[in-house]
């Protein structure tokens, strides 16, 4: 089986700098990463290309023009490209843990989708974060992210759990519901082209739960890994949120939840649109 890692990135090249690093250390092989980008400059082209020389990363490079907030349309695009039987989803500011493909990898099961966690780490800590700290394996370590700044025991108790081998007991005991989160979840392709992919109505806010909320009529179960497969969220600005947009997307939700609908008519497939060839898996 080969696995696809969709990540999303817009204009924050230092910040998935960071992030490519993270996957060059995974402990799993053998996957490819598909950068679904929302319109970024020439320089990040120039780093995927880095990462694919140096670092040997089989990187795909999916890229459409800045025209606001289209992360569905990108996310959609990067679906249709990937060449993977298993797709993990993530963004290009959550730096994962080295065995963040192994895991997803290794607990995937037909049927069913994971919800995976993040430890969101403050500002000043997210720009400290380097190479050096993910080789060493010291960003690991929650006494020394508390000395660099980390104040959130919640994220804390949960890279401890993780460290402790408990994260499977902490994922059987936590009432916190086992939803699609953008940041770290993965479904199987097939389910994704099944409910038609994202809806391209969506903007920031719920995006992903509203994909997620489809997959689950679809018959997708969600299982909840939060505490066994984790990634570093950076922090960052977040100009393109609004309350129109997020009366919108919920308002989308509400008719999805309410008509337990399950393929949404603007996703991949469009009336009028022409859908490119599908890669081959392997």
């Given at each position: 089986?080969?696995?696809?890692?969709?990540?999303?990135?817009?204009?924050?090249?230092?910040w998935?700098?960071?992030?490519?690093?993270?996957?060059?250390?995974?402990?799993?092989?053998?996957?490819?990463?598909?950068?679904?980008?929302?319109?970024?400059?020439?320089?990040?082209?120039?780093?995927?290309e880095?990462?694919?020389?140096?670092?040997?990363?089989?990187?795909?490079?999916?890229?459409q023009?800045?025209?606001g907030?289209?992360?569905?349309?990108i996310l959609?695009?990067?679906?249709?490209q990937?060449?993977?039987?298993?797709?993990?989803?993530?963004d290009?500011?959550?730096?994962?843990?080295?065995?963040?493909v192994a895991?997803?990898l290794g607990?995937?099961?037909?049927?069913?989708?994971?919800?995976?966690?993040?430890?969101?780490?403050p500002?000043?800590?997210?720009?400290?974060?380097?190479?050096?700290?993910?080789?060493?394996?010291?960003?690991r370590?929650?006494?020394?992210?508390?000395?660099?700044g980390?104040?959130?025991?919640t994220?804390?108790?949960?890279?401890?759990?993780?460290?402790?081998?408990?994260?499977?007991w902490?994922?059987?005991?936590?009432?916190?519901?086992?939803?699609?989160?953008?940041?770290?979840?993965?479904?199987?392709?097939?389910?994704?082209?099944?409910?038609?992919?994202?809806?391209?109505?969506?903007?920031?806010?719920?995006?992903?739960?509203?994909?997620?909320?489809?997959?689950?009529?679809?018959?997708?179960?969600?299982?909840?890994?939060?505490?066994?497969?984790?990634?570093?969220?950076l922090?960052?600005?977040?100009?393109?949120?609004n309350?129109?947009?997020?009366?919108?997307?919920?308002?989308?939700r509400?008719?999805?939840?309410?008509?337990?609908?399950?393929?949404?008519?603007?996703?991949?497939?469009?009336?009028?649109r022409?859908r490119?060839?599908v890669?081959?898996?392997?």
């Open positions: 089986m080969r696995v696809s890692v969709i990540i999303t990135t817009a204009n924050q090249p230092e998935l700098a960071k992030v490519l690093w993270g996957y060059r250390l995974q402990t799993q092989r053998g996957f490819e990463l598909v950068v679904a980008d929302d319109g970024s400059g020439p320089e990040v082209a120039c780093l995927l880095s990462f694919r020389q140096r670092e040997g990363l089989v990187i795909a490079h999916v890229w023009p800045h025209e907030f289209r992360k569905c349309q959609n695009q990067a679906i249709l990937a060449r993977g039987e298993y797709l993990i989803f993530s290009g500011d959550c730096v994962p843990d080295r065995d963040f895991t997803h607990l995937a099961r037909p049927g069913f989708g994971l919800s995976g966690g993040c430890i969101r780490l500002m000043s800590l997210s720009q400290r974060l380097n190479e050096h700290d993910l080789f060493s394996g010291r960003c370590l929650p006494l020394w992210l508390w000395q660099h980390m104040r959130s025991l994220g804390l108790r949960k890279l401890s759990l993780a460290g402790m081998g408990l994260g499977a902490a994922d059987f005991l936590t009432p916190t519901q086992a939803t699609f989160n953008g940041h770290n979840a993965s479904v199987w392709r097939e389910d994704a082209l099944r409910v038609n992919g994202f809806d391209e109505r969506l903007v920031y806010g719920g995006l992903d739960r509203e994909f997620g909320e489809r997959l689950h009529h679809a018959g997708v179960r969600f299982r909840q890994v939060r505490h066994q497969v984790v990634c570093f969220h922090e960052h600005a977040r100009p393109y949120v309350a129109v947009g997020w009366q919108q997307n919920r308002a989308i509400e008719a999805t939840r309410r008509s337990k609908r399950v393929w949404t008519q603007h996703g991949i497939e469009q009336p009028g022409v490119p060839p890669p081959l898996a392997g």
